[in-house]
């Protein structure tokens, strides 16, 4: 489960995150929603370590341990998967093996035995034919001249292969047309199941068509203002955000 508990954090000394409470319990998938500027990238970033963000209060932990006191790399290795809203493009790197170094990583860190490269094809292509991908998706390097569709595509074929407790994606912005927000859609209902917990940001409602939240909670400058069933997120793109500025 995770717990985040009056996390408040700063960017060039401006306070971003006011206070934010949230528990996702595990096998639960809570979307967060809000205006623009209201602070949900971010608490993306804040949860994934990036650098220039400072936190100044409040913990965050996730299975009792403390996910901020530890480095973005082992937040892997404890089971949590970051999905970036800009995934990097890696020249000279091969998808297949950088898929794969990721998950050994997280493999030694469960104990489970690594995956040699046979192995672990067999089981990217079955991921990849489950997710209704194109073959060639893992022969390419890291990103490189892929579609923001197919960059999509590939952060959910590694979520897929990671199998993590805990996926955090941040769906901000540009770029996501209606198959992309499918695709997001499918990877994380696949992987949904009691030893799972989702925070999805976005603020397309049209995604929580096809991944039906457990909890959906507004975020307006830097605090969770109001939180609700499914149906807040209707009612919200109904009636907008007026009305919902923290106190
Ligand atoms: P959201 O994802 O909800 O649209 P963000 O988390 O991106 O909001 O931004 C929250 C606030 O932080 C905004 O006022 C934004 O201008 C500010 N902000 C974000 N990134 C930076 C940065 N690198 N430097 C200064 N201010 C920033
Ligand atoms: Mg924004
Ligand atoms: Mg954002």
């Given at each position: 489960?995770?717990?985040i508990?009056?996390?408040?954090?700063?960017?060039?000394?401006?306070?971003?995150?006011?206070?934010?409470?949230?528990?996702?319990?595990?096998?639960?998938?809570?979307?967060?929603?809000?205006?623009?500027?209201a602070?949900?990238?971010?608490?993306?970033y804040?949860l994934?370590?990036?650098?220039?963000?400072?936190?100044?209060?409040?913990?965050?932990?996730?299975?009792?341990?403390?996910?901020?006191?530890?480095?973005?790399?082992?937040r892997?290795?404890?089971?949590?998967?970051?999905?970036?809203?800009?995934?990097?493009?890696?020249?000279?790197?091969?998808?297949?093996?950088?898929?794969?170094?990721?998950?050994?990583?997280?493999?030694?860190?469960?104990?489970?035995?690594?995956?040699?490269?046979?192995?672990?094809?067999?089981?990217?292509?079955?991921?990849?034919?489950?997710?209704?991908?194109p073959?060639?998706?893992?022969?390419?390097?890291?990103?490189?001249?892929?579609?923001?569709?197919?960059?999509?595509?590939?952060?959910?074929?590694?979520?897929?292969?990671?199998?993590?407790?805990?996926?955090?994606?941040?769906?901000?912005?540009?770029g996501?047309?209606?198959?992309?927000?499918?695709?997001?859609?499918?990877?994380?209902?696949?992987?949904?199941?009691?030893?799972?917990?989702?925070?999805?940001?976005?603020?397309?409602?049209?995604?929580l068509?096809?991944?039906?939240?457990?909890?959906?909670?507004?975020?307006?400058?830097?605090?969770?203002?109001?939180?609700?069933?499914?149906?807040?997120?209707?009612?919200?793109?109904?009636?907008?955000?007026?009305?919902?500025?923290?106190?």
């Amino acid at each position: 489960m995770l717990e985040i508990k009056g996390l408040t954090a700063k960017i060039d000394d401006k306070e971003i995150l006011r206070g934010i409470d949230l528990t996702v319990p595990d096998g639960e998938v809570h979307a967060i929603m809000g205006p623009n500027g209201a602070g949900k990238s971010t608490l993306s970033y804040v949860l994934s370590g990036r650098e220039g963000y400072e936190v100044t209060g409040g913990s965050v932990l996730f299975n009792g341990r403390d996910l901020l006191a530890i480095e973005p790399e082992e937040r892997a290795a404890a089971g949590v998967f970051l999905a970036f809203q800009y995934p990097v493009e890696l020249p000279g790197v091969g998808n297949a093996n950088f898929i794969r170094t990721a998950l050994n990583a997280v493999r030694r860190a469960r104990g489970e035995p690594e995956l040699d490269a046979v192995a672990f094809l067999k089981e990217a292509r079955s991921a990849i034919k489950a997710l209704k991908m194109p073959d060639d998706m893992l022969k390419r390097n890291v990103n490189v001249g892929f579609s923001g569709g197919e960059k999509k595509r590939n952060e959910i074929l590694q979520m897929a292969l990671l199998k993590p407790a805990l996926a955090l994606l941040d769906e901000t912005d540009s770029g996501l047309d209606i198959d992309a927000l499918k695709i997001v859609a499918d990877g994380v209902n696949a992987l949904r199941g009691p030893r799972f917990s989702a925070l999805v940001i976005t603020h397309y409602q049209r995604l929580l068509d096809h991944i039906v939240p457990d909890r959906v909670h507004v975020l307006a400058a830097g605090q969770i203002v109001r939180s609700g069933g499914p149906e807040l997120a209707l009612e919200l793109e109904a009636n907008g955000y007026a009305g919902l500025e923290a106190a």
